[in-house]
């Protein structure tokens, strides 16, 4: 029933920043908390970083700390990643993810996840 589409990927530069959206149809963003994972050609899935259903908790990757910034808007039916301080590293397909209740690091606990928005970044 829920469903979820990512947005805003592309090709950028070394320290370019981008904006990764999440839209999320069917049940109310506001019971879910929403997470964001990323794959990089060749590597297993990771964590990237999470917010709480109502928005006052996040938690991010070490290799991200800093650099982005998760986020929910205010109407409640969209996720947002703000990436800065772009990495090639950074390259890889990111997927947004719903789970019900609670936010994690392990893929597990996410119930729905978007198709993925490509991110490439170059030298």
């Known amino acids: 029933q829920v469903q979820l589409v990512e947005s805003g990927g592309g090709l950028v530069q070394t320290g370019d920043s981008l904006r990764l959206s999440c839209v999320v149809s069917?049940?109310?963003?506001?019971?879910?908390?929403m997470g964001w994972f990323r794959q990089a050609p060749g590597k297993e899935r990771e964590f990237v970083a999470a917010i709480s259903s109502s928005g006052g908790l996040t938690d991010y990757a070490d290799s991200v700390k800093g650099r982005f910034t998760i986020s929910r808007d205010g109407v409640k039916n969209t996720a947002h990643l703000q990436m800065g301080s772009l990495e090639p590293e950074d390259t890889a397909l990111y997927y947004c993810?719903?789970?019900?209740?609670?936010?994690?690091?392990?893929?597990?606990?996410?119930?729905?996840w978007g198709q993925g928005t490509q991110v490439t970044v170059s030298s």
């Open positions: 993810a719903a789970a019900p209740r609670y936010f994690s690091r392990g893929s597990e606990g996410y119930d729905y």
């Open positions: 069917g049940r109310t963003l506001s019971s879910y908390a």
